[in-house]
């Protein structure tokens, strides 16, 4: 049952999510200790705000909370939680370590907002995929008196009945509910989804009060219902359950905290809070689009076709394009139309360049041409086609509400089949030397290990579609190459000896030949072959099915790949595998894209994933995901199966300057060997996801700039 649970959670969430996108206001006027709207220790009902993005690190004595949350919808709210206890004991392999590193989530929902006659009501799972060592569950309420003051109370199970507990009230559906089953996995494996013990055993009562005499600074008292039962008295003694709180709202940003807690020890935390649909610059630093050059009444209806006159219009077009951050891959123009087609090296919405292009060209084309059939390539394929009217360009271009008049004139479809690149364009070169930093998450021995250095990457495009590329890496500063921990995996080792990897000085990362194709209409394919990976060399296939105006793709991947040797050079070792998926994508809309995988993973496994990401239109995603496989828990090892948390942020977020260059982090709690995927570059849904399913139509509020 536990499996089951797990692997449908990541899509009751996404049901949820998307379901709960009306604004719950007020939001919550800080984090708690845990890293969750509330109030010291204990919860509260508020969320924080819509997409919120925050981390908190709390501490006192020997305890610090290390905690990444994100409101994932109006109502729905997710952490993950790391934690540093030293002075508890922890078992593992017959030795006895003074100190436990605990991962664990959490998960709050707000059943109900703040109404004029009632609170808000919130509804919570704390610690529902860890040890347990904080697992418990709560019902809260919040009631705002004026725009100063808030009044909290709740009821709390598992860890938040330890202070004045009482029989469980929902004995009344049956006597089973007047006792918690004890955790089956321990304080060691973790990982499962022990539901039987929900709201289960006693129950008790906590609250509190928060009041700020401005914007910036908030008092709390809370009666905490937690007794600490792993911590006290073993760490320090506690005295009583009242909790005293001080926070101080620095700049937009940042949050201070100060707290009395217990009746004996003095903690301290700090926030940091950013918001993905708010950047630091909201216009954007591009240059400014040029203008629309209005056609001349009197020029003449026709236009020189020889050779000739068609080269130095190519050329003036190309030139224009370049100056916008676009390259141009071809050009036709038969009778009153021209198709052409651009390659968007710069814009993260599609429908900012293709604006940049219509505008860019206005004043090259002949005035003949009253049609621009504005083609997107992505990876050499031919991907959507707008088509605008010229006129409508001219008309439009300072009117009120000129971007929606603009998308409602214009339409969006396949393109087909492409046209002839450019001459000279092909065979092509690039290189780029970018710094890189590479953390490790998580080590029992070091909670924290990260590599700085720097990447040398190189494509060659041979053709449009056929290109070979590679990336050197090479460490500068770092400790990722002094752990020592062996895996005492019992599956092949296809990532718990990645810290041998990690030993190499000089890293050849990737280095691969990819043929990007269009087998048929709304089909693509994709072929990748050589070091697909810092951990295996091989051979990919994929072939997807994404029909332009579809939020539904359908796409089959197989691979048949080998091990690499440690030292990332060309030297391989004597594990290979054969390894495939088949994956379908649901853009469920509201920005939530969910994503299934069922098929054999690297260890030999069968078994599916489930994925929820929380895309913004500028580039940002916040997402999920769990693993379930054949491989039984206890031979998955800690966490018992495989999950994370993956974060993309743009770069031109931060600069405001237009480029599609984005970095992504991947948060494991355990990296095992079950449930582990071929990490290939340039997956096709990936590559098409920006010009399909609606992408073009969502950014077309930045066609004119």
């Known amino acids: 049952m536990s499996r089951l649970i797990a692997l449908c959670l990541p899509a009751a969430l996404a049901t949820v999510a998307a379901a709960t996108t009306a ?22 009902a508020m969320p924080a705000g819509d997409g919120d993005l925050a981390f908190t690190t709390s501490h006192f004595v020997n305890q610090t909370r290390n905690t990444l949350s994100f409101q994932i919808s109006p109502r729905l709210t997710g952490a993950f939680r790391y934690s540093l206890l030293y002075g508890i004991d922890r078992y593992e392999n017959g030795v006895i370590y003074p100190y436990i590193f605990d991962r664990s989530f959490s998960l709050q929902f707000l059943i109900a907002p703040e109404s004029r006659h009632f609170p808000a009501l919130a509804i919570g799972l704390n610690d529902f995929l860890g040890t347990g060592i904080y697992a418990s569950e709560y019902l809260v309420a919040t009631r705002s008196l004026g725009d100063r003051l808030r009044l909290s109370a709740g009821i709390g199970w598992g860890r938040l009945a330890g202070v004045g507990s009482f029989d469980n009230p929902l004995s009344f559906f049956g006597e089973e509910w ?23 055993g006693p129950a008790a009562l906590f609250g509190g009060v928060e009041w700020r005499p401005d914007d910036n600074w908030t008092l709390i008292a809370e009666y905490s219902s937690d007794a600490y039962p792993y911590e006290s008295p073993a760490v320090f003694e506690r005295r009583s359950p ?14 201070l905290g100060a707290q009395y807690l217990h009746g004996s020890e003095l903690g301290v935390q700090v926030t940091w809070a950013m918001n993905p649909d708010r950047p630091p610059h909201p216009s954007g630093l591009e240059p400014m689009p040029p203008l629309v050059q209005a056609r001349d009444p009197g020029a003449a209806a026709s ?26 891959h071809g050009l036709a123009v038969t009778g009153d139309e021209a198709r052409i087609e651009i390659e968007n090296d710069s814009y993260p919405a599609a429908a900012q360049a293709i604006g940049r292009a219509a ?51 214009s339409s969006v479809g396949d393109p087909g089949s492409g046209t002839d690149p450019l001459p000279g364009l092909f065979p092509r070169f690039s290189w780029g030397i970018d710094p890189y930093l590479a953390p490790a998450l998580f080590d029992p021995d070091a909670p924290l290990r990260a590599d700085l ?36 995996s019992v599956l092949p080792h296809v990532r718990s000896d990645g810290w041998l990897y990690d030993k190499a000085d000089t890293q050849l990362s990737r280095l691969t030949g990819a043929w990007y194709f269009r087998p048929g209409g709304d089909l693509f ?26 939020r539904i793709a359908l796409g089959a991947e197989i691979a048949h790949v080998v091990q690499r040797d ?44 489930l994925s929820l990401d929380r895309r913004f239109d500028n580039g940002w995603s916040v997402g999920a995901f769990a693993t379930l496989t054949d491989v039984p828990f206890g031979d998955f090892g800690e966490g018992s199966f495989d999950k994370g948390i993956r974060i993309t942020m743009p770069i031109g977020w931060i600069g405001g300057q237009a480029t599609r260059d984005a970095r992504t982090l991947v948060i494991h709690p355990v990296q095992r060997d079950g449930g582990a995927r071929l990490d290939v570059d340039g997956r096709l849904y990936e590559v098409l996801r920006p010009t399909h399913g609606g992408a073009i139509a969502d950014g077309w509020a930045r066609f004119w700039r």
């Open 303 to 328: 236009r020189d076709a020889t050779p000739d006159a068609t080269a130095r219009l190519a050329a003036q077009a190309r030139a224009a394009l370049t100056a916008q951050g676009l390259t141009l």
């Open 453 to 488: 250095g720097i990447d040398v990457s190189a494509a060659w495009e041979v053709r449009p579609g056929l290109v070979f590329s590679g990336i050197l890496r090479q460490p500068i500063l770092g400790n990722l190459d002094e752990s020592t921990r062996e895996s005492t």
């Open 525 to 550: 394919g994709r072929v990748t072959a050589g070091l697909l990976e810092p951990m295996f060399a091989g051979v990919s296939a994929e072939v997807l099915w994404y029909p332009i105006d579809s």
């Open 178 to 200: 007047e006792t918690r089953i004890p955790r089956q996995s321990g304080t060691n494996m973790g990982g499962l989804l022990e539901s039987q013990a929900w709201f289960h």
């Open 359 to 409: 505008r860019a060209l206005s004043g090259i084309l002949p005035a003949q041409v009253g049609t621009f059939r504005i083609v997107i390539v992505e990876s050499g394929m031919p991907a959507a086609e707008a088509v605008l009217s010229r006129g409508d360009l001219e008309e439009l271009e300072f009117a009120f509400d000129g971007a929606w008049q603009m998308q409602a004139r």
């Open 23 to 44: 604004a719950a206001e007020p939001a919550a006027w800080g984090m708690n200790s845990y890293g969750i709207p509330g109030l010291v220790d204990m919860p509260q």
């Open 242 to 255: 009242l909790n005293l709180g001080l926070r101080y709202r620095l700049g937009d940003h940042w949050t």
């Open 566 to 609: 440690y030292d990332q050079g060309f030297g391989l070792l004597d594990y290979e595998v054969t390894t495939g998926h088949l994956s379908g994508y649901w853009d469920i809309g509201g920005g939530y894209q969910a994503q299934l995988d069922l098929g054999r993973y690297l260890a030999g496994d069968w078994g599916a994933t």
